[in-house]
């Protein structure tokens, strides 16, 4: 109980000093537990949309599966004469037949695509009475005829859609038209996806290409039948032959992708608050040891009244884990309120999450809570043993805990070792074979060169900041070489805050190396490779009329197609490949300039011919004049003989096999030939510019492919590249806020703790100018040693992964210089603004008082 009461009075009466890593605390919690519960929440809202939409049974063709699209472009359907098979079996109470795609494009009067515009997809389907369970009519009627159809409330009024408007539907089986004859309102959350509801004739005509055909039959159990019997007497009726689910496994399997997405988000973002509470432990080391140190005569006191060892170190750890249960609880509150702010931003882009669907589990408060209490605590443990380690006779000498020298020499030992292995574990990786063998090593050399680098920032601080002080303090006179002095009398507390601010610059630094490598690697390889002009893609395969309005561009002196074709390989060892062959006209050959091992690119593509990539080659032994059994997929089996090996060291088609257009058309039927998945086209000599306008003229009516030259694909390219590593940072920008805290608040106990000095300074003639001015250089000095190091090391992470992407084609090395300094002039700014308020108020103190402190 007196340790409590000790606790309790030290806490409340420090409590100020104590802010800053409460607010740490509470940052680092509300990111896990905003995390949390944003991710909860969607899952909620598809478990929501797909459980509503699910009938008792659904009945699908038997390689249909809710994420994919066959390779001719078209949905997998079944006969439509097995609805009145369903409806007769035991336990029915209605069937109907469905049509649904998602391989489609909408477009309105303007050309403009009313898909979404965050990935979600565009859903066309005839409209059911199953559609009642989850949407309602709420203007106008269904559609009744080829020239009518219904579109979801959410798209129309994003996209102003009103009754009458026309529509045009892109889909592999053609284009049609028609009116907007009605509008229906989700009664559940509609996470952002586009419907367009067709009426049962129009949606088989123009999603199928044939009218006695469905994608799905949805079957409602008769009073009194399960789910599960429902499903083994339609199983029954249809022999098997066809994939029949309950309204759980359809709900589970359409759920399963999205867990899988979601998952990946929801652990990398849980990384990046793991980073932030890493910081956060460097905050909350340096706020308690520097009150251990200011607390000294007092802790002598108490160990010469009769307190024990145990006693002042729980004193300590019981301060850490109130700090941590205050800090911990306004931040589980502060992360329901940033799940809420992602919910509303995520609507800015287009995905509709309900405020009437957030999702606060038990676990998460309860994870918040024991994480943010349990790192507290931790980082408090090592200052608390210190406290414990005061002697009585302390209560007779100035505040201060007199540093361990043979601690320090073991520090340095154990950092010393823990950065060599962390390089030797880089160097490893470096001058590895495989790209996979080097990257568990590189994983191993960051996370021991890091800690090792923390282990010996103290040790480091001393040289690194007499460097940077000889070259920016040194000017300023007798402040610059006190700023540079209050640096360095106590390089255990600089080294500490610099390394909070370095772990995150540091991943900046690699992730900056990394991404502008792969820019100019993919560049480089695009200027030596590429032939063609103009490159054609989209998010969907490219439709026939697409193709041919392409084809038929004036200008061009070529176009290629391009078609990804599943298929079985087997090689002459007897070994199957599942990975598929690519299909192109030989002028691909020129468009993108393979270079070969063996044989030449332009056989590959004779009658019966293919070739393989010289890592396949070198797996299985095939040597050109092999020849490799190919199973089609919906096609007939072929033995294709190796006319070329193609060189495996390139970014671009690394591992692709090809054969000819005609080859793939010999062994496979018309309707199972898949759309282009690319398309390349080359200008006539002179004319790329009327070629380039033509061709977008003439794909104007298509705005789901787009028209890129060479200039607009590499930067393309770099946009996508930024765009991922803004994200990056903007994710780790928690870390670098926790960490400038970290700068702000040793900066603040800094003075605290030099009250007295301070003041006799003041007396003797120090300007309150002159100590402001001291107090920004010192943290600059501090925030600069942090960038120094993290720049270093995250370059050093960022050479060896290029090291690794070498392996796979991407072999240039680009530092991005302006960006390197950029972030270290930077963080002189950092320094600058984090010494603001402590500068400040070291300003405004009064001589006397500041004198005649203990």
């Known amino acids: 109980m007196t340790v409590l009461k000790t606790s309790m009075r030290n806490f409340f009466a420090h409590k100020g000093r104590m802010a800053l890593s409460a607010v740490a605390v509470l940052l680092s919690v509300a990111f896990v537990c905003g995390t949390l519960v944003f991710t909860d929440t969607m899952n909620t809202t598809f478990d929501k949309l797909f459980s509503t939409t699910a009938t008792d049974v659904t009945v699908s063709p038997k390689n249909a599966k809710s994420d994919d699209t066959p390779q001719n472009g078209k949905p997998e359907s079944l006969p439509a004469a097995m609805l009145e098979q369903v409806t007769k079996a035991d336990g029915v109470k209605s069937a109907e037949g469905a049509v649904s795609s998602m391989n489609v494009t909408v477009v309105n009067k303007d050309n403009e695509n009313m898909g979404s515009s965050n990935g979600a997809p565009t859903f066309v389907g005839n409209w059911t009475k199953n559609e009642l369970r989850s949407m309602e009519i709420t203007s106008g009627h269904a559609p009744r005829g080829p020239t009518e159809l219904m579109v979801d409330a959410d798209t129309a009024d994003k996209h102003d859609l009103k009754l009458g408007d026309e529509l045009r539907t892109i889909s592999v089986a053609g284009d049609f038209r028609a009116k907007i004859v009605g509008i229906a309102t989700f009664k559940v959350t509609n996470p952002g996806a586009a419907v367009v509801y067709l009426d049962t004739a129009t949606a088989q005509r123009e999603l199928l290409g044939a009218t006695d055909r469905y994608t799905q039959i949805y079957v409602n159990a008769a009073s009194g039948v399960t789910d599960a019997q429902l499903k083994q007497n339609v199983s029954q009726a249809l022999d098997g032959t066809y994939k029949v689910q309950t309204a759980k496994e359809n709900a589970d399997e359409n759920r399963k992708g999205i867990d899988e997405f979601m998952g990946v988000i929801k652990y990398a973002m849980l990384g990046f608050a793991g980073i932030a509470f890493l910081v956060g432990i460097f905050l909350i080391i340096n706020t308690f040891s520097m009150l251990v140190a200011q607390r000294t005569r007092e802790i002598g006191l108490m160990r010469a009244i009769g307190s024990s060892r145990k006693q002042v170190n729980r004193s300590v750890l019981v301060e850490a884990l109130l700090l941590g249960f205050v800090g911990s609880i306004l931040g589980v509150g502060a992360g329901v309120g940033i799940a809420v702010g992602l919910m509303k931003l995520m609507s800015m882009a287009g995905m509709n999450l309900s405020t009437d669907d957030l999702t606060v589990k038990v676990t998460t408060p309860v994870a918040g809570l024991v994480l943010g209490v349990l790192v507290t605590v931790l980082a408090a443990y090592l200052p608390a043993r210190r406290a414990g380690k005061v002697s009585p006779m302390a209560a007779l000498r100035d505040a201060g805990t007199p540093a361990d020298g043979r601690a320090g020499l073991v520090r340095g030992v154990i950092g010393l070792v823990l950065t060599a292995a962390g390089a030797f574990a880089l ?69 500490a805050t610099g390394a909070a601010l370095m772990i995150g610059l540091a991943l900046v630094a690699c992730l900056s190396v990394v991404g502008s490598s792969m820019v100019a690697s993919a560049t480089s390889e695009l200027d030596k490779s590429v032939g063609a002009d103009f490159i054609v893609q989209g998010n969907q395969r490219i439709f026939p009329q697409a193709e041919k309005a392409m084809e038929q561009t004036p200008g061009l002196a070529h176009v290629t197609s391009y078609k990804e074709i599943e298929a079985t390989l087997t090689s002459p060892d007897g070994k199957k490949d599942d990975s598929g062959i690519t299909a192109a006209d030989p002028t691909y050959a020129q468009d993108l300039r393979r270079a070969t091992t063996a044989g030449t690119l332009t056989a590959a593509y004779g009658k019966d011919a293919m070739s393989v990539g010289s890592d396949y080659a070198k797996a299985h032994g095939v040597r050109v004049g092999d020849s490799i059994t190919v199973a089609f997929k919906g096609g007939e089996t072929a033995k294709l003989k190796v006319a070329a090996i193609t060189d495996d060291d390139s970014a671009l088609d690394q591992g692709a096999r090809y054969t000819s257009i005609e080859t793939m058309r010999k062994y496979v039927p018309a309707d199972q030939i898949p759309p282009n998945t690319i398309m390349f086209a080359q200008a006539k000599e002179g004319q790329q510019e009327q070629a380039y306008a033509a061709l977008k003229k003439s794909l104007h009516d298509y705005p789901q492919y787009q028209v890129r030259d060479q200039t607009d694909y590499k930067q393309e390219l770099k946009d996508q590249i930024g765009q991922l590593l803004n994200m990056v940072y903007g994710l780790l920008a928690l870390a670098i806020i926790v960490a400038v805290l970290g700068v702000v608040n040793t900066l603040a106990l800094s003075v605290v703790e030099r009250t007295r000095e301070i003041g006799l300074m003041r007396a003797i003639g120090l300007s309150r100018r002159q100590l402001r001015r001291m107090i920004r250089m010192e943290s600059v000095v501090i925030a600069l040693f942090g960038a120094l190091l993290g720049l270093g090391l995250g370059m050093s992470w960022g050479a060896t992964a290029h090291k690794l992407l070498a392996l796979e084609g991407l072999n240039v090395l680009d530092i991005p210089w302006p960006t390197i300094t950029g972030v270290f002039i930077g963080s002189a700014f950092v320094g600058l603004f984090a010494a603001l308020i402590p500068a400040f108020r070291a300003g405004r103190m009064n001589v006397l008082n500041a004198i005649a402190t203990e």
Not at 463 to 470: D, E, K, N, T, W
Request: charged share 15%; hydrophobic share 50%; no cysteine.
């Open 427 to 495: 160097y490893t990786a470096a001058t590895a074979d495989k790209a996979s063998d080097g990257a568990l090593m590189l994983g191993g050399g960051i996370v021991l060169s890091l800690i090792g680098f923390v282990v010996i920032g103290p040790l480091l601080a001393g040289g690194v900041v007499r460097v940077i002080s000889a070259v920016l303090l040194r000017a300023f006179g007798p402040v610059g070489r006190m700023a540079e002095r209050n640096a360095l009398r106590n390089p255990r507390r600089t080294g």
